[in-house]
Structure formats: structure tokens, C-alpha cells
């Protein structure tokens, strides 16, 4: 039902950008929230970036200001934008998509195989 492919990370310095992507090549596009998430080595996955189909955005304090999630619906696309990267930006970034079932956010979500992003100092 839904296929995620995230693209666009790779090695930067400190204070440099990047532009992640993430296309839904599957069937299904009813999304109730998209995301991205991230792990560092050593670390556990987590959230820091929403988008909802009302165009609601919400960010973590660590990334605000600094990074900017965006949506496509036509090109079935979730981006994000990057600036002022940091080391501690160094993770593996996944994005994350979850679908209305009858009605409701299902709970379960769908994952990309995530794209690795390194900053050096």
C-alpha cells in the first residue's frame, strides 16, 4: 500500500544544508500525519518534524528554526530542508507516514529505509 524512499542526505560540515526527500510510490495516499524521524548511533528513533494533511506543521525544540518540512501532494513527496546543520545532526533520517483507516489515524505507521546524513564539525 505504501512504498517510502527518502533521498537527498550525504556529508556536509557544520553549518551547512541539506534538502531530504521522501516519495510514496504506493497505492495509497490518504495520509493523516507524515514525518521525519531520526537515530544517531547509540540512540533511539525519534521525532522532530510533522506535517498534517491541514497543514499543520509542528517541530522539536532542537530542530526549530533550523530545519522546514514541506508536502507535495501531487508529486506524492515530503521534503525537508536543512540549514545550519549541526554535528549532533549526524543520524540516520527516516521518514514516516501514517494512513486513515476507517476513519482514524491508524496507529501503525509505514517507514522509509531511512537516508544517512553526517556533519562534520
Known amino acids: 500500500q505504501v512504498q517510502l524512499a527518502e533521498s537527498g542526505g550525504g556529508a556536509v560540515e557544520a553549518g551547512g544544508s541539506l534538502t531530504l526527500s521522501c516519495v510514496n510510490s504506493?497505492?495509497?495516499?490518504?495520509?493523516?500525519?507524515w514525518g521525519w524521524y531520526r537515530q544517531a548511533p547509540g540512540k533511539g528513533r525519534e521525532g522532530f518534524a510533522w506535517?498534517?494533511?491541514?497543514?499543520?506543521?509542528s517541530y522539536s525544540d532542537d530542530v526549530k528554526g533550523r530545519f522546514s518540512i514541506s508536502q507535495d501532494n501531487a508529486r506524492r513527496m515530503l521534503s525537508l530542508q536543512m540549514n545550519s546543520l549541526k554535528p549532533e545532526d549526524t543520524a540516520t533520517y527516516y521518514c514516516r507516514i501514517r494512513l486513515w483507516r476507517d476513519g482514524h489515524c491508524a496507529v501503525a505507521p509505514y517507514w522509509g529505509h531511512g537516508t544517512q546524513v553526517t556533519v562534520s564539525s
Open positions: 504506493g497505492s495509497s495516499d490518504n495520509w493523516c500525519t
Open positions: 506535517i498534517y494533511p491541514d497543514g499543520n506543521i
